[in-house]
Nanobody, 118 residues
């Protein structure tokens, strides 16, 4: 089993920034990639960004390109999401995701609320 804990969410004004963290624990051997998804009220969960654990290759949703940066610290089994130039439409619950090659399954954190006021 893998456990994920997100932190760093909060309330910020438009144009501001936040940094989310996701710490993985448990059977972390075999992490293939980690990423972030978000779900706004009344909407489906959507992809935000992902990072390959070994090579560090990153992928972003078009809506966050140039504003968000995903990174990871392999030694700490932690992924980060630096969010700059935040917009009200970025308001959502942000969920951390981990895909383990060892178990062949996805894991999810409980989520952290990000609210951007206009």
């Amino acid at each position: 089993q893998v456990q994920l804990v997100e932190s760093g969410g909060g309330l910020v004004q438009a144009g501001g920034y936040l940094r989310l963290s996701c710490a993985a624990s448990g059977r972390t051997f075999g992490i293939y990639k980690m990423g972030w998804f978000r779900q706004a009220p009344g909407k489906e969960r959507e992809f935000v960004a992902t990072i390959n654990w070994s090579g560090g290759t990153t992928t972003y949703a078009d809506s966050v390109k140039g504003r968000f940066t995903i990174s990871r610290d392999n030694a700490k089994n932690t992924a980060y999401l630096q969010m700059n130039s935040l917009k009200p439409e970025d308001t959502a619950i942000y969920y951390c995701n981990l895909y383990s090659r060892a178990s062949g399954r996805d894991y999810w954190g409980p989520g952290t609320q990000v609210t951007v006021s206009s």
